[in-house]
């Protein structure tokens, strides 16, 4: 990726009014996500005597999440694009989408948007444990390492040509559909092993409430880096295109 793509504004871009709108866009998006997410998982532990581990498990916390990114992404994408994840953030600022300033605003509003999901999770539900993210007992942090590298990066890729590649099209609610199907087939492929986070805010908010950090690297290392392999690079390089605003993203 050519370092002129990436995008560094004025400082003053964070205070402007419409990059606060799209930051508590993302906090109120990733609020929403967080809370059915994680909330389907501890519901199907009260309902199963602790069962989320279960291949049933597995189909619930895959259809719950699919479904609750689907509207997350959508509920933000007229407003801040609908990240919902600091991995695609960062995604979007490596291929020149986003500036520096505006996606550190995400980030944070995204880490504050996942605590205050599981603070509000654990109270609602009378201190239930929100459980942090862990590998199964046969799993490396290699190993989950590379697995979340290659989900993430299914993930990047499948926002880049639904919702950032200029030849896309009118998708409609096509892109954020597309965006939640992924991330739901991945739990299916990855759950039983790491968790299947794909989101290094998914992960940051149930290890802040329960405070257990245990590999919580492997769920910010592979994201990240799996962001990074963008389509960007390979499919809108050549084109002759303008960035996009946050409005079309």
């Known amino acids: ?24 866009a993302e906090f109120f998006s990733m609020l929403i996500f967080v809370f059915a997410g994680e909330g389907s998982g501890m519901a199907f532990n009260k309902l199963t005597n602790s069962g989320s581990s279960t291949p049933a498990g597995l189909v619930a916390a895959s259809l719950a ?4 990114l689907f509207v997350a992404v959508s509920v933000g994408a007229n407003i801040s694009g609908g990240h919902v994840n ?8 490596v291929g020149g ?14 880490l504050l948007g996942s605590v205050v999901a599981c603070f509000l999770l654990k109270f609602a539900t009378g201190g239930l444990e929100t459980s942090a993210f862990s590998l199964s007992s046969d799993v490396s942090v290699w190993n989950a390492l590379v697995f979340e590298i290659v989900m ?23 892109a954020p559909m597309a965006i939640g199907f992924i991330v739901g087939a991945n739990i299916l ?23 257990t950090w245990t590999n919580h690297w492997v769920y910010w290392f592979g994201p990240l880096i799996g962001a990074a ?6 499919f ?4 002759v295109h303008e960035p996009l605003s946050s409005g079309d993203f």
């Open 65 to 68: 999440h699919a479904f609750a």
């Open 152 to 174: 993430t990066f299914g993930l990047v890729y499948t926002v880049y040509a639904t919702a950032v590649d200029p030849k896309k099209g009118d998708l409609g609610i096509i």
């Open 229 to 234: 392999i963008v389509y960007d690079n390979i």
């Open 86 to 93: 600091p991995a695609v953030t960062f995604g979007a600022y």
């Open 97 to 110: 989408n986003v500036t520096l300033l505006k996606a550190i605003l995400y980030w944070i509003a995204q």
């Open 236 to 239: 809108i390089r050549d084109s």
């Open 189 to 211: 492929a990855g759950g039983a092993f790491d968790g299947a986070s794909m989101n290094p805010a998914v992960s940051f908010g149930p290890a802040v409430v329960s405070w």
């Open 1 to 24: 990726m050519p370092i002129t793509r990436i995008a560094v504004e004025r400082s003053r871009e964070a205070n402007h009014p419409d990059a606060i709108k799209a930051a508590f």
